[in-house]
C-alpha cells in the first residue's frame, strides 16, 4: 500500500506540474480527480466481480485503490482549490469547480462501475461461446449458427457460410452453416 500510495503521489504530483492552469483555474487537480474516480469505480467493480475480497483481490484494492488511487486523487486539494477561488472574489469558478469535480467524480465512478460491468459482460459472452463450441463443435453456435470442424471437430478449422437454397452440403451429414475450411 506505501509503494502504491508513493507512486500515486508521485503521479499526481507530475500531472500537476504537466498540466497548465488557465487563469488560476485548478485544472490539473479536477482531471486527476475525475480520472482517479473513473479507475476506482473501474477497479472495485472489476475485483467485486472475480470474486471474495482476499489473497490476491485484497492485495490489487490495497495497492492500487487505497494506495495509488487514494494518493493519486485529493480531496484535500479539491477543498483548498475550491477555497481559494471562492476566497478570490470567483464565486461562480470557485462553485463551478466544486460542483464539477464533487458530480463528476460521481459520475466518473459510475462510469467507471458500467464499463467494467458491461467489459466482464462481454468476456464472459466470449468464454461461455468458446466453452459451448469447445463442448459441442457440432452443434449450433452460439452466434445462431453452426459450426462443424474438420475431423476433429476443431472449431478453427471451419469457415462460417448462410444456410439458404444453393448451399447444402449433399456430401455432408447434419446441420449446415459451415463448411470446412479448404486452406
Known amino acids: 500500500m506505501f509503494a502504491g500510495g508513493v507512486l500515486g503521489a508521485l503521479s499526481r504530483w507530475a500531472l500537476g506540474e504537466a498540466i497548465p492552469a488557465p487563469g488560476g483555474w485548478p485544472l490539473a487537480t479536477l482531471l486527476v480527480n475525475l480520472a482517479g474516480a473513473l479507475?476506482?469505480?473501474?477497479?472495485?467493480?472489476?475485483l467485486a466481480r472475480r470474486g471474495p475480497d482476499v489473497g490476491r483481490r485484497r492485495l490489487v484494492r490495497l495497492t492500487v485503490g487505497t494506495g495509488f488511487l487514494g494518493a493519486f486523487t485529493t480531496?484535500?486539494?479539491?477543498?483548498?482549490?475550491?477555497?481559494?477561488?471562492?476566497?478570490?472574489?470567483?464565486?461562480?469558478?470557485?462553485?463551478?469547480?466544486?460542483?464539477?469535480?464533487?458530480?463528476?467524480?460521481?459520475?466518473?465512478?459510475?462510469?467507471?462501475?458500467?464499463?467494467?460491468?458491461?467489459?466482464?459482460?462481454?468476456?464472459?459472452?466470449?468464454?461461455?461461446?468458446?466453452?459451448?463450441?469447445?463442448?459441442?463443435?457440432?452443434?449450433?453456435?452460439?452466434?445462431?449458427?453452426?459450426?462443424?470442424?474438420?475431423?476433429?471437430?476443431?472449431?478453427?478449422n471451419v469457415t462460417p457460410r448462410r444456410e439458404g437454397p444453393g448451399n447444402a452440403d449433399p456430401g455432408r451429414e447434419g446441420p449446415s452453416g459451415a463448411q470446412e475450411d479448404p486452406r
Open 39 to 46: 479507475a476506482l469505480g473501474a477497479l472495485l467493480e472489476t
Open 75 to 156: 480531496y484535500s486539494t479539491l477543498a483548498v482549490d475550491g477555497a481559494r477561488l471562492l476566497s478570490a472574489g470567483r464565486a461562480g469558478d470557485g462553485a463551478w469547480y466544486l460542483v464539477l469535480s464533487l458530480l463528476g467524480g460521481a459520475a466518473a465512478t459510475l462510469a467507471g462501475v458500467a464499463g467494467a460491468a458491461w467489459l466482464h459482460r462481454e468476456d464472459r459472452r466470449g468464454l461461455a461461446a468458446e466453452a459451448h463450441v469447445a463442448a459441442h463443435p457440432h452443434a449450433p453456435h452460439p452466434s445462431g449458427g453452426h459450426v462443424l470442424g474438420g475431423t476433429s471437430g476443431d472449431p478453427q
